[in-house]
């Protein structure tokens, strides 16, 4: 919330007080009101609603006056900032101020830098928080990770609900584009610190690592991420990608729970969330590994899409039943050829990639009076993918062959193409040709087919 436009309202019985706040806020630019007495607040807040309000304790001749207009301002407004303030402060006092929905304490005198910075951290506060409950509802794909069959769609929500509950740190390993992001958001929203603030956060920006520190830690001046995300949680997408000094500066944090900025010191009580888009957090052997253990309480391992392909065919029609609320365009079904090709592609770009084609085959066969899309309205690298990988299922070649030879010939290439298409997990291509697991073993030792079989780091299913 810019300066220009904060309305905010100073309720206090002493002139004094009014007056110097009043005019403290007004020289940084903010608008100011004023209310001396319970009457007076409650008419100012129905009649202009302001953005923040700073509240004396002591009211008239009640020294605890202040908490029933907070309780009141509260009923009319739940999201109402208020900062109370008080000349006989002690931490039961702010701590009862903080339960009844205070957003800080402050006491009297002021220091006037204090006072700046408690505002200041008030507005941006409340402004992240508008913006995550929009986010909240916007997120309409945010479960997308889940869709499909497999046994990583089945059970991930379940473990993102028994890691959400505890108080961990949860290290995601993942590969690019699979909503490690939609992953986190999700911990967050399922646990008891959902009304607070989720703020991510992107690694790859520290190539400046001034910038980036300041921007994480903040500054003498300034609240940083870290602080801004008090109560709540923080996700740090692509850790692996943090400068040493960075990753300095965190452990200090994880440590304590706090750190050092020149003169004053950074209390946080913030979820650490982390990802690695290296697919396995053992090759981050030049990460600080101290930092890397303590990061690493809870941890997901998130499968790319080539090594859960039975999702990929429910992950499209996913995004189709949904074209137009997310694409403003009409669902249209894939033609058979054109689904045997989105299903035998490796996805290198995974969930991501999968929206874009969707959407993109959409708008190439959207002046078509076809009523499926065809392979022909494809991206190009699918279809040259495709045909690399079964143009040895040429019929040409078994024009000449005895029909048991041919059929055996036939028999080899069409599971040499299809456990390939599965990047040799038995018990999937098993599952989508029709055959007990066992039986396809047998056979493709009788016939001898070579196929790559899963490395030990994919999803064990086969």
Avoid at 6 to 13: G, N, P, Q, R, T
Avoid at 183 to 192: E, F
Avoid at 254 to 275: A, W
Wanted: glycine content about 4%.
């Amino acid at each position: 919330m810019e300066a220009k436009n904060a309305k905010i309202l100073v309720i206090d019985d002493d002139a004094e007080v009014r007056s110097l706040i009043s005019g403290v806020l007004s020289d940084e630019g903010y608008s100011t009101s004023i209310a001396t007495n319970e009457q007076e607040a409650i008419a100012a807040v129905k009649t202009d609603m302001p953005d923040l309000v700073f509240l004396d304790l002591w009211i008239g001749d009640d020294e605890s006056g202040g908490f029933k207009i907070l309780d009141k301002l509260k009923n009319i407004n739940s999201e109402l900032p208020i900062i109370i303030i008080s000349g006989h402060g002690t931490i039961d006092i702010a701590m009862n101020a903080m339960r009844k929905g205070a957003f800080d304490f402050i006491e009297k005198p002021f220091v006037i830098d204090r006072l700046l910075l408690t505002c200041m951290r008030a507005l941006e506060f409340f402004k992240l928080k508008i913006e995550n409950d929009s986010l909240r509802n916007d997120r309409l794909s945010s479960d997308i990770f889940s869709v499909g069959i497999s046994a990583f769609a089945n059970t991930i929500k379940a473990t993102i609900d028994k890691i959400a509950n505890s108080n961990s740190r949860v290290f995601i390993n993942s590969t690019i584009g699979v909503g490690v992001d939609a992953i986190a958001y999700r911990i967050h929203q399922k646990s008891p610190r959902k009304n607070y603030n989720f703020i991510s956060i992107s690694c790859i920006s520290d190539t400046d690592s001034t910038t980036f520190s300041n921007e994480l830690f903040g500054t003498e001046k300034s609240y940083g991420y870290i602080e801004k995300a008090n109560g709540g949680t923080i996700f740090l997408e692509n850790v692996d990608r943090m400068s040493p000094d960075s990753q300095r500066k965190l452990l200090m944090f994880v440590q304590s729970g706090k750190y050092q900025l020149s003169s004053r010191n950074v209390f946080s009580d913030v979820r650490i969330i982390c990802s690695t888009t290296t697919g396995d957090s053992s090759k981050m052997a030049d990460f600080n590994q101290e930092l890397f253990y303590r990061l690493k309480i809870s941890e997901i391992n998130v499968p790319s899409m080539a090594e859960r392909r039975e999702d990929i065919i429910p992950m499209i029609d996913w995004y189709m039943s949904r074209a137009e609320e997310l694409f403003g365009l009409k669902p249209k079904p894939f033609s058979d050829k054109a689904l045997m090709i989105l299903q035998s592609y490796d996805w290198p770009g995974n969930i991501q990639q999968i929206k874009n084609v969707v959407e993109s085959s959409l708008i190439n066969a959207s002046d078509s009076d076809k009523t499926a899309i065809d392979e022909t309205f494809l991206p190009p690298e699918l279809t040259a993918n495709t045909k690399e990988k079964f143009e040895s299922l040429n019929i040409a070649k078994f024009i000449t062959m005895p029909l048991k030879e041919a059929k055996e010939c036939f028999e080899t290439d069409y599971l040499r193409a299809q456990i390939n298409r599965f990047s040799g997990n038995v018990s999937q291509t098993a599952n989508f040709i029709g055959m007990e697991r066992s039986a396809l073993h047998r056979k493709l030792k009788a016939l001898d087919v070579q196929y790559v079989k899963c490395s030990k780091n994919r999803t064990k299913n086969g």
